[in-house]
Nanobody, 126 residues
Framework: VQLQASGGGLVQAGGSLRLSCAVS????????VGWFRQAPGKEREFVAA????????YYANSVKGRFTISRLNAINMVYLRMNSLKPEDTAVYYC????????????????????WGQGTQVTVSS
C-alpha cells in the first residue's frame, strides 16, 4: 500500500488548509487511517485517526474542534481539514494506514501503523 500526502503550504494564523492523502495498491476500506505531524526538533505526534468507515474518529487535544479527519473509500482518499490554524501547528504532516482489526478500530499510536506517506509541509505564520 502506498500513500501520497498533499495540500500543505504557507498560511496565516487563523487560516485553513485541507490535506489530502491518496491511497493506492490496496482497498482503503480495509484500513484504519491516521494523521501525524512532526515539528523541527520534535518527535512525531498523533493528530487524528478514524476507523475504516470514518464513523469513528479521535483527535489530539491540541487540534480538537479545529481539525476534521474524513475519508472517501470509493476513491481511496483521506482528508484532514484544518481550521483556525496556529503557528504551533507548523510541522510536516504524514498520513498513515493500518490493517483494520475490527469495525471500530482506530489507533493513536505511531508504532501501530504499517504504511506511511512521505509527508507534506504546513507552515503557519503569525
Amino acid at each position: 500500500v502506498q500513500l501520497q500526502a498533499s495540500g500543505g503550504g504557507l498560511v496565516q494564523a487563523g487560516g485553513s488548509l485541507r490535506l489530502s492523502c491518496a491511497v493506492s495498491g490496496g482497498t482503503l476500506s480495509s484500513y484504519a487511517v491516521g494523521w501525524f505531524r512532526q515539528a523541527p526538533g520534535k518527535e512525531r505526534e498523533f493528530v487524528a485517526a478514524c476507523n475504516w468507515s470514518g464513523g469513528r474518529t479521535y483527535y489530539a487535544n491540541s487540534v480538537k474542534g479545529r481539525f476534521t479527519i474524513s475519508r472517501l473509500n470509493a476513491i481511496n482518499m483521506v482528508y484532514l481539514r484544518m481550521n483556525s490554524l496556529k503557528p504551533e501547528d507548523t510541522a510536516v504532516y504524514y498520513c498513515a494506514a493500518v490493517g483494520d482489526s475490527g469495525s471500530y478500530y482506530l489507533s493513536t499510536k505511531l508504532d501501530e501503523y504499517y504504511y506511511w506517506g512521505q509527508g507534506t509541509q504546513v507552515t503557519v505564520s503569525s
